[in-house]
């Protein structure tokens, strides 16, 4: 049996909703990997977003047997392949907080349709990868 050494995602999802119990168990309501956008609006130039997601950004970072300090951020990609301003935290994995979460707001720019991502990375080395799959309405007239 091999032992883990390094960090490695323990759960990564996008919702709706996350609510934490007194107990302290997570409810994660809404799990989303695709959505169905009918644009406000042709941008041509790709200047303005042709719509907006709102979304929760779910994630849990085990430590495996490493005890030390991370940078763990999430980048979003968009389907042209542009990465967005990465979003970073720092944590330190110990014996008595052997994980870490990430819960995160998210408002999606919607400049086009196509596979948008979320590169999860601990000191800049990507973990996972979380898809959200966004195609226009039929009835948008874009496509």
Do not use: K
Request: glycine fraction near 10%; include cysteine; proline fraction near 6%.
């Amino acid at each position: 049996m091999s032992t883990v050494t390094e960090p490695y995602v323990g759960l990564a999802v996008l919702c709706d909703r996350v609510t934490v119990r007194e107990d302290g168990a997570v409810d994660i309501m809404g799990i989303v990997d695709g959505v169905m956008l009918e644009p406000e609006h042709s941008d041509t130039l790709g200047v303005q977003p042709s719509g907006t997601i709102e979304l929760t950004l779910l994630v849990n970072v085990r430590a495996g047997s490493d005890r030390q300090r991370h940078t763990l951020s999430v980048t979003g990609v968009y389907p042209s392949g542009r990465a967005g301003e990465a979003i970073t935290r720092e944590v330190e994995f110990t014996d008595d907080l052997p994980g870490a979460w990430l819960e995160m707001p998210l408002t999606i720019e919607v400049h086009e349709p196509g596979i948008y991502h979320f590169d999860v990375a601990s000191d800049g080395h990507v973990l996972t990868r979380i898809p959200l799959h966004v195609v226009w309405s039929l009835g948008s007239g874009l496509r």
